[in-house]
T-cell receptor, first 118, second 113 residues
Framework: DTEVTQTPKHLVMGMTNKKSLKCEQH?????MYWYKQKAKKPPELMFV???????INESVPSRFSPECPNSSLLNLHLHALQPEDSALYLC?????????????????FGSGTRLTVV | KNEVEQSPQNLTAQEGEFITINCSYS?????LHWLQQHPGGGIVSLFM???GKKKHGRLIATINIQEKHSSLHITASHPRDSAVYIC???????????????FGKGTKLSVKP
């Protein structure tokens, strides 16, 4: 299995809703990433997990709450979002050696969740 | 100045043409990625380079570490190659980097039949 699977592919939610995005990989990658991508812009890093521990939080508002329950799964919990949070949310994974990144392995991206906040 | 610069921003070509997209970066890197994104779609990794040249089908990617420059070439371009091509670098592992990617702004390629 060489894929990163993201569900759902599309999500429409109201500003008072609570929802979760899911990302799963079975490649043994120990680093997992959440990116946010607005239209016609490059992805922006939100969170990095290495060995199931949060190692980077790029000053993301608390209405986005990441969770890494095991080495294969990464969730992004959403609560009280704003319309400007509408975007494509991408998950990625990569190999990771403790202390620094493994340079011999590439990134694998999921196909993303298209989120619309109404 | 962005750490990763791509050129051109937009490119229109006729089917069959040879295409080159350029990427320059200003940081120390451990690897450079070329990524493809179709409209509304997720990102597909085309190449990861740390030196030299790689070829896959009609796609060729090269990197010159000394000049901090990489190129993506598409031979015999086809309308299905129309997409945004993104150069992204993985910063050097030394100095506390977490290995996340730094993205260029992308090159939008349209190949006309």
């Amino acid at each position: 299995d060489t894929e990163v699977t993201q569900t759902p592919k599309h999500l429409v939610m109201g500003m008072t809703n609570k929802k979760s995005l899911k990302c799963e990989q079975h490649m043994g990658h120990r680093a997992m990433y959440w990116y946010k991508q607005k239209a016609k812009k490059p992805p922006e890093l939100m969170f990095v997990y290495s060995y199931e521990k949060l190692s980077i939080n790029e000053s993301v508002p608390s209405r986005f709450s990441p969770e890494c329950p095991n080495s294969s799964l990464l969730n992004l919990h959403l609560h009280a979002l704003q319309p400007e949070d509408s975007a494509l949310y991408l998950c990625a994974s990569s190999q990771w050696d403790r202390g620094f990144a493994n340079t011999n392995y590439g990134y694998t991206f999921g196909s993303g969740t298209r989120l619309t906040v109404v | 100045k962005n750490e990763v610069e791509q050129s051109p921003q937009n490119l229109t070509a006729q089917e069959g043409e040879f295409i080159t997209i350029n990427c320059s970066y200003s940081v120390g890197i451990s690897a450079l990625h070329w990524l493809q994104q179709h409209p509304g779609g997720g990102i597909v990794s085309l190449f990861m380079l740390s030196s030299g040249k790689k070829k896959h089908g009609r796609l060729i990617a090269t990197i010159n570490i000394q000049e901090k420059h990489s190129s993506l070439h598409i031979t015999a371009s086809h309308p299905r190659d129309s997409a945004v091509y993104i150069c992204a670098v993985r910063s050097s592992p030394y100095g506390g980097s977490q290995g996340n990617l730094i993205f260029g702004k992308g090159t939008k390629l349209s190949v006309k039949p």
